[in-house]
């Protein structure tokens, strides 16, 4: 990704927008939907309003959490306030709805801002913690966390079309603990995933979730843009449902590489709000301010992407409908031409053949020289990886020389700089398929569904 240069536009839109308003948000019902409304003001000059609406189910319900709910739906306000605060970055954000004490503050500077770390190298934007952001509230309201019992072990899945979300959503939901799919804005694969795993939409939680089309305007009219941490905006719509649904977990699907940093050497990460240290920051925000009993967990992280890949390899229903590209989500096909898609094949080629891979994207991509200056970036050869979700260096290595050794003489073009010379490479890739990496999944139960998997 090419980097830009707009140090100057960022100070520039500070001095001509020096504040941001989160003015209101709304919640209510009606008979066929749960909504959310906010709004947002940039300097008097410019307000959003985005929308997120949730269709009922049996199963969801706010009876006796009226306060619960507007508390949290206040929350995610907080978290979709950065989409629009980002396209002047004022150094004032004023909190209308409610009062947020210090730690509170303290901890949204903190997501804000390691949250926007690409959006800031990506733009060549100089910004530190101190001074990026004063955030201030005015108001005397004070939420109180719901202390309600909720289910157990009743699982709330966030699923998003890709191998990770159905490997989490067929192990757990074929153990025979309660299970409810959850997703934002549904797309084909997401749905073709549901009913493979045999849900059907009326078993969903299903948010529909609308920008403000004023922001994409000003996006093409030269304000600034760029990445902000959805997997944030994602944990706490989950809390919100969770409540409506009183599941008492929430798993996610993310892998022990989030927490890897995107640029070498630097503490920028694409998937910081997938990184174990987000997820630790959110579960004691969540446990404290907003949920007592509800436990907030990623599901596969003791895992790397190399041992998810060997567990996807078996679920062949999932294989021709799945999609983790996200160039071609809104057509569902792969683009063959972005990290995520040589990505994706690197990894299901460790363990599938070369045939079965390339019916899968319907090309095949390790011939693709187009994709070499990609491939770079993936082995780590370059200052940053693909701002994408993908692996670890090291696995990324690990999988060419077990791929490239599988083609002796006759490697495919992105493989033939590898060094194939690994000795052993069964035995190496059996011990990286048997690691257990560090982790909060709360139960054992859980946890031997992943060893299992593992161990088939």
């Not at 100057?8 to 909504?35: A, C, G, I, T």
């Not at 926007?116 to 733009?123: M, P, R, T």
């Not at 690990?398 to 599988?406: D, E, P, W």
């Amino acid at each position: 990704m090419k980097r830009s240069r707009n140090q100057l536009l960022y100070e520039k839109l500070r001095n001509e927008f020096p504040f941001f308003e989160y003015q209101s948000y709304h919640f209510w019902e009606d008979d066929v939907h749960f909504h959310l409304n906010f709004s947002f003001n940039l300097a008097g000059k410019f307000t959003f309003k985005p929308e997120m609406r949730i269709p009922k189910r049996d199963f969801l319900s706010s009876a006796n959490k009226t306060e619960a709910l507007n508390w949290l739906a206040f929350h995610i306000g907080m978290v979709e306030l950065v989409s629009y605060w980002k396209l002047a970055c004022p150094p004032r954000v004023l909190i209308r709805p409610f009062s947020l004490d210090r730690n509170q503050l303290n901890w949204w500077k903190k997501l804000y801002y390691n949250g926007l770390g690409e959006f800031f190298y990506v733009n060549g934007i100089t910004a530190n913690l101190a001074d990026f952001m004063e955030i201030s509230c005015d108001s005397d309201a004070c939420g109180k966390p719901w202390e309600g019992k909720p289910n157990p072990s009743l699982t709330l899945v966030p699923i998003g079309g890709g191998k990770d979300s159905a490997v989490t959503l067929d192990l757990i939901s074929k153990s025979g603990m309660p299970t409810l799919p959850f997703i934002v804005n549904p797309r084909k694969a997401i749905l073709d995933t549901l009913h493979i795993a045999g849900f059907n939409e009326e078993e969903v939680v299903i948010v529909h979730r609308s920008l403000d089309p004023l922001m994409l305007r000003l996006n093409s009219e030269g304000f600034l843009n760029g990445h902000t941490p959805f997997s944030a905006l994602l944990a706490f719509t989950t809390a919100f449902t969770a409540l409506l649904a009183d599941s008492g977990l929430i798993a996610l699907s993310n892998e022990s590489s989030a927490n890897e940093p995107t640029v070498i050497g630097q503490n920028i990460n694409h998937q910081y709000s997938k990184s174990l240290e987000f997820e630790d920051d959110f579960r004691e925000y969540m446990n404290h301010y907003l949920l007592k009993n509800s436990t907030y967990f990623s599901f596969l992280r003791p895992l790397s992407e190399l041992q998810i890949a060997a567990i996807f390899s078996r679920l062949e229903a999932y294989h021709p409908f799945f999609r983790s590209c996200n160039v071609g989500s809104k057509t569902d096909s792969w683009c063959n031409n972005c990290p995520k898609c040589l990505f994706t094949f690197l990894m299901l080629r460790t363990f599938l053949p070369h045939d079965k891979v390339i019916g899968i994207f319907g090309e095949d991509l390790l011939e693709e020289s187009s994709l070499q200056s990609v491939m770079d970036k993936l082995l780590g050869k370059t200052e940053a990886k693909p701002f994408e979700c993908v692996g670890t260096v090291d696995e990324v290595e690990l999988a060419s020389k077990i791929i490239a050794k599988q083609f002796g003489s006759k490697k495919p073009l992105l493989l033939r700089a590898i060094d194939d010379s690994i000795s052993n490479p069964e035995t190496r890739l059996k011990s990286a398929l048997h690691q257990w990496g560090e982790n909060r999944i709360p139960n054992e139960k859980l946890a031997k569904l992943l060893r299992d998997a593992l161990d088939d």
